[in-house]
């Protein structure tokens, strides 16, 4: 994990209830949430749906065939697909959206199982 959180741990009185990582399928993180889960700290994914950045040689997640193939065969967006994967994953997810319908479509990621 983190040094930081390592050091954190190492003195708190009062461990974090929570704590937000950069999570997709892109950037799994497997170790910091195995810690996260092992010291009773809930997960939440900050940029599920993927980032972006400023790197424009990395793939985009949101364009992966991959994930297209699932939208398909659950019958939905793809957003809807990467917030459940998360979900299934035992993790909250806080997509970034200040549109109406995309916040309203985000809610369909509930109503199936990956």
């Given at each position: 994990?983190?040094?930081?959180?390592?050091?954190?741990?190492?003195?708190?009185?009062i461990?974090?209830?929570?704590?937000?990582?950069?999570?997709h399928?892109?950037?799994?993180?497997?170790?910091?949430?195995?810690?996260f889960?092992?010291?009773?700290?809930?997960?939440?994914?900050?940029?599920?749906?993927?980032?972006?950045g400023?790197?424009?040689?990395?793939?985009?997640?949101?364009?992966?065939?991959?994930?297209?193939?699932?939208a398909?065969?659950?019958?939905?967006?793809?957003?809807?697909?990467?917030?459940?994967w998360s979900?299934?994953?035992?993790?909250?997810?806080?997509?970034?959206?200040?549109?109406?319908?995309?916040?309203?479509?985000?809610?369909?990621?509930?109503?199936?199982?990956?």
């Amino acid at each position: 994990p983190g040094a930081l959180l390592h050091d954190l741990m190492s003195y708190c009185r009062i461990p974090p209830a929570g704590n937000q990582v950069e999570r997709h399928p892109y950037l799994v993180q497997p170790e910091l949430i195995e810690y996260f889960q092992r010291n009773n700290i809930h997960v939440v994914a900050y940029s599920p749906l993927g980032s972006k950045g400023t790197d424009t040689s990395k793939p985009v997640l949101l364009a992966d065939p991959a994930l297209e193939k699932l939208a398909s065969k659950y019958k939905k967006i793809k957003a809807q697909v990467l917030l459940n994967w998360s979900l299934a994953g035992g993790l909250g997810g806080i997509p970034k959206s200040v549109n109406e319908e995309s916040l309203k479509e985000n809610l369909g990621s509930f109503d199936f199982l990956l």
